[in-house]
């Protein structure tokens, strides 16, 4: 351990697409371990809700705006949350959106649009979080991938290249921060009840289930829930100093076989 000065006894957390769904349980679940976390998202409503819900149990929270597609937006959200709860030792990269689209017939504009938040809006929380961690030579940052990197599925083109770029863009930050005392990591969750598929339109998504069922990418029924991932972000970022978790999968559990 010679080298690794301990972590700090507070360390406030920042979660990104915080909301609802993934970011949501992933503020509870930090919140619980005794993190201070800023919750940010465009729903600043919803966020108020689960940050009051926090303080409410005993945590610290505090809900701010955030559009991790706007530059300015994200400088702010950095700057408030450091106002409020001091420099920033934990980053986790939710926020992301994901649309019916193939890659023959999308327009580049729609495609660019999820490009824009699942690569570039994870790439302006890096720039405006991570060089902080550096200069105080500690902290960890944690990016929500998917699955769809490992067992690409078709109808959701944008989503997969944006999952696709977002691992790439971590791996070399990863090989970048080698020594630095920052931890870059990835959880990829399988598929999760998050309701993020709630406003597709019912034909298409049925048409997509079938699809996916022909090239075998759906094996039994079992989905996670919000809070399975969110223990993995938190079994990250507790791990002690000197293990860095860098890659984490979490897999819905088959139910169990009749016998």
């Known amino acids: 351990m010679a080298g690794f000065p301990p972590h700090p006894d507070r360390r406030p957390a920042v979660v990104t697409g915080a909301s609802a769904g993934i970011g949501a349980a992933v503020a509870r679940m930090l919140a619980a371990a005794g993190h201070p976390v800023a919750l940010g998202a465009r729903n600043l409503d919803r966020c108020e809700r689960t940050a009051l819900a926090i303080r409410e149990a005993g945590g610290e929270a505090v ?31 939710n926020a992301g959106t994901v649309g019916t689209m193939r890659a023959c017939g999308a327009s580049t504009e729609e495609f660019g649009d999820e490009i824009n938040v699942n690569v570039l809006g994870a790439h302006r ?61 990835l959880v990829r969750p399988g598929q999760t009840a998050t309701g993020i598929a709630d406003a597709w339109d019912h034909e298409r998504m049925v048409g997509l289930l079938e699809d996916w069922q022909r090239w075998g990418l759906v094996r039994h029924g079992g989905v996670l829930l919000p809070d399975d991932v969110a223990r993995a972000v938190v079994a990250v970022v507790s791990a002690p100093r000197g293990a860095h978790l860098s890659l984490v999968e979490v897999q819905p559990e088959a139910p169990i076989a009749e016998r």
Not at 66 to 77: E, K, Y
Not at 125 to 136: K, L, Q
């Open 63 to 93: 809900a701010l705006r955030l559009d991790v597609g706007d530059t300015g937006s994200v400088a702010r959200f950095r700057d408030e949350a450091a106002q409020r709860l001091g420099g920033v030792e934990i980053l986790v990269s």
């Open 125 to 185: 929380v890096i720039d405006a979080f991570v060089p902080g961690m550096v200069e105080r030579a500690r902290g960890d940052a944690v990016f929500v991938s998917s699955d769809v990197v490992r067992t690409p599925r078709p109808g959701v083109a944008g989503y997969v290249a944006g999952k696709w770029g977002l691992e790439g863009l971590v791996r070399s930050l990863q090989m970048e921060l080698e020594g630095a005392g920052v931890r870059a990591s």
